[in-house]
């Protein structure tokens, strides 16, 4: 079983910023990504960025594309979400998600092997 554990959450005015973590633990699992996605009451969990181990490449909702930066630093086994720019629209529960090879990071909940608790980002105006 893994473990997935997010920090950095909370509240800041708008263009603000803030980084999120996400630290993974448990069996030897190897992840082919690790990503986050975000859900705001009353609407559907949505990719917001996403990881791939197999060359690091990235995907980004067009929404956060150009303020969101994720990254991850392997030896820690934990991902990062850097969030600038902030506005309400970004308020939201934001999971942290791993999947494997069959599995995908940013392309719907569906195809997510592992999420994390939550953690939530709110954004006055």
């Known amino acids: 079983q893994v473990q997935l554990a997010e920090s950095g959450g909370g509240s800041v005015q708008a263009g603000g910023s803030l980084r999120l973590s996400c630290q993974a633990s448990?069996?030897?699992?190897?992840?082919?990504?690790m990503g986050w996605f975000r859900q705001a009451p009353g609407k559907e969990r949505e990719g917001v960025a996403a990881?791939?181990?197999?060359?690091?490449?990235?995907r980004y909702a067009a929404s956060v594309k150009g303020r969101f930066t994720i990254s991850r630093d392997n030896v820690k086994n934990t991902v990062y979400l850097q969030m600038n720019n902030l506005n309400p629209a970004d308020t939201a529960m934001y999971y942290c998600?791993?999947?494997?090879?069959?599995?995908?990071?940013?392309?719907?909940?569906?195809?997510?092997?592992?999420w994390g608790q939550g953690t939530q980002v709110t954004v006055s105006s």
């Open positions: 998600a791993a999947a494997g090879l069959r599995g995908d990071c940013y392309s719907g909940s569906d195809y997510v092997d592992y």
């Open positions: 990881i791939y181990t197999d060359g690091g490449g990235t």
């Open positions: 448990g069996s030897t699992y190897s992840s082919a990504c």
